[in-house]
């Protein structure tokens, strides 16, 4: 059938326009500095640590039909619920739905509010000159 963002998930779509990766998420404010769903505490809060192309736990999917960003060794999608970052089961939630908003990744929940690695809830308005919420794939 034809492709829409509500009968897509990232079990069933291999296309390379609709995901691509698995990438490393690289925060431009934070040097040497990425996504990393290994370095989460208890509860999930959100984790960063020294980018290393051969750890599995910074390697990501991103689906552009249903803007989530799924971690290659646990399954599990980026969710910004709680004011936090976690991994969670992929659905359909707004809390793991984002848009590539210039350098930034802009939350469909939360006042659609960008990821920001510069405050503790790690998320804020966006704003292209705050580097915290710079973000690219390599």
């Known amino acids: 059938g034809n492709l829409t963002s509500s ?3 990232s079990s069933n779509v291999t296309s390379k326009n609709v995901i691509s990766g698995p990438h ?5 404010g934070k040097g040497n500095r990425c996504l990393d769903a290994g370095q989460f505490g208890a509860g999930g809060n959100h984790g960063e640590f020294e980018c290393n192309s051969e750890n599995p736990n ?3 999917y991103f689906n552009t ?5 799924k971690n290659v ?3 599990k999608c980026l969710d910004t619920g709680n ?3 976690y991994w969670h089961d992929c659905n359909d939630h707004e809390n793991q739905q984002f ?3 210039g350098g930034a990744f802009q939350q469909i929940s939360y006042d659609r509010h960008c990821l920001d690695t510069g405050n503790t809830s790690k998320h804020s308005g966006c704003d292209s000159g705050n580097n915290n919420q710079k973000a690219k794939f390599q």
């Open 65 to 69: 039909l249903t803007g989530q960003i």
């Open 99 to 101: 848009v590539r908003h």
């Open 83 to 85: 004011n936090n970052w």
């Open 58 to 60: 910074q390697k990501f």
């Open 24 to 28: 490393m998420l690289k925060f431009w």
């Open 7 to 9: 009968n897509v998930t």
């Open 73 to 75: 060794a646990n399954g």
